[in-house]
């Protein structure tokens, strides 16, 4: 079992930056792909990025690349999200998410590759 909280939402300007956390218990968590979705209102959830167990692999959601990284630290049981360039179509409530896996075929692009949810932490992009 898993739990995630995830911090560092908050309200910034358009082509500022903000960096999430997604703190996660455990003592496995070097086992756990991890990734994160974020979801506007009226919405469905979608993908923005994720990373495998040994950080050796990340992707993104077509809409972030290039502003946004995704980087994690085993050792602090963490995964972070570097948002730069933030846009106010960015605006959403981002989750973290979590699946045991090592496999090296994993992307995790879909909510359904997930077991594992944090609450969300919102996010607010102003114009």
């Known amino acids: 079992q898993v739990q995630l909280v995830e911090s560092g939402g908050g309200l910034v300007q358009a082509g500022g930056s903000l960096r999430l956390s997604c703190a996660a218990s455990?003592?496995?968590?070097?086992?756990?792909?991890m990734g994160w979705f974020r979801q506007a209102p009226g919405k469905e959830r979608a993908f923005v990025a994720a990373?495998?167990?040994?950080?050796?692999?990340?992707y993104y959601g077509d809409s972030v690349k290039g502003r946004f990284t995704i980087a994690r630290d085993n050792a602090k049981n963490t995964v972070y999200l570097q948002m730069n360039s933030l846009k106010p179509e960015d605006t959403a409530v981002y989750y973290c998410?979590?699946?045991?896996?090592?496999?090296?075929?994993?992307?995790?692009?879909?909510?359904?590759?997930?077991?594992?949810w944090g609450r969300g932490t919102q996010v607010t992009v102003s114009s």
């Open positions: 998410a979590a699946v045991r896996s090592t496999s090296p075929l994993w992307d995790g692009v879909r909510t359904d590759d997930y077991d594992y």
């Open positions: 990373i495998t167990w040994n950080g050796r692999n990340s």
């Open positions: 455990g003592r496995t968590f070097d086992s756990y792909a």
